[in-house]
């Protein structure tokens, strides 16, 4: 990563933790990032402070519908937590260097756990719209990865293990929560493409020919660099439209937002376990 933007991820996390400090906030050692649709889905906090993007020097604005683009910093019982409300995407042409910007600014202001979540079309015939899915592993299909040019601190390339990028032990515990709540979480392949378009059909049975269980835009690379940088990783996506190839249907932004918001009271509830769970 350039020079500069380590600069700006200094600049931004010194701004966070003054912040915190004012409000006698602990600095977070959890985040959570919400996608389309999802910013209804945070637990109750106390003591939060919330700011736009652009408050943050060097954290660039959200500009697509269903992002609110706010940090806000909550008290989670006796600590704090940040949430990202509203994400940066590869498809609005950004760098991926703008979009693993906030996890990078997590990082440095002590993040260890992060929880990402966002909105996906299911591959998968048994996955229902309105369905969660636990995110087990990802296909990435992106054309690129964010750590093209990240180095280790000896100078070598980031080189990171993933055959166990996404936490199993608290995925198993989400699981066994979500069967005995009766909440509609299944489990599954994530594969990652850079958007903005739609799939076409074809390129479906394609993905669900290569072990996809549903599709997104986003999620897979700040997963990646948040384990490049050492945290704990885990993805829930909502299950925002379904792909029947019998019956196609169209697909709209509107619609994935509408899903996504009906399902907050669920992944809230999800993303309240997942605080309460303890390695």
Not at 40 to 49: L, R
Not at 228 to 243: D, E, F, K, P
């Amino acid at each position: 990563m350039k020079a500069e933007t380590d600069g700006s991820v200094a600049s931004a996390a010194r701004f966070l933790a003054s912040i915190l400090e004012g409000e006698g906030l602990p600095l977070p050692t959890e985040a959570v990032v919400l996608g389309s649709g999802q910013g209804e889905s945070v637990p109750e906090t106390g003591q939060a402070v919330e700011l736009a993007f652009e408050e943050i020097p060097g954290w660039p604005h959200a500009a697509v519908p269903g992002h609110a683009g706010t940090v806000l910093l909550g008290r989670y019982g006796e600590r704090s937590v940040l949430f990202q409300k509203g994400r940066l995407h590869y498809y609005e042409g950004r760098s991926m260097e703008e979009v693993v910007f906030p996890v990078r600014v997590m990082a440095a202001v002590g993040v260890r756990s992060l929880l990402l979540c966002n909105a996906a079309g299911a591959l998968n015939p048994a996955y229902e719209r309105g369905f969660l899915m636990l995110v087990r592993d990802h296909v990435n299909l992106m054309g690129t990865n964010p750590l093209r040019g990240a180095r280790y601190a000896d100078g070598s390339p980031a080189f990171v293990d993933l055959s166990d990028l996404y936490d199993g032990g608290c995925g198993d515990f989400l699981l066994r929560r979500a069967q005995a709540e009766g909440w509609p979480l299944v489990e599954g392949v994530l594969v990652a493409v850079c958007g903005p378009s739609y799939e076409t059909g074809a390129e479906l049975r394609f993905l669900r020919l290569i072990g996809g269980d549903a599709v997104s835009m986003s999620l897979v690379p700040e997963a990646l660099y948040a384990r490049y940088l050492g945290m704990r990783v885990n993805g829930l996506s909502v299950i925002t439209n379904t792909w029947d190839l019998r019956r196609p249907q169209p697909i709209s932004h509107e619609e994935v937002l509408r899903t996504a918001a009906a399902a907050a009271p669920v992944l809230k509830k999800l993303i309240q376990a997942w605080l309460d769970y303890r390695p």
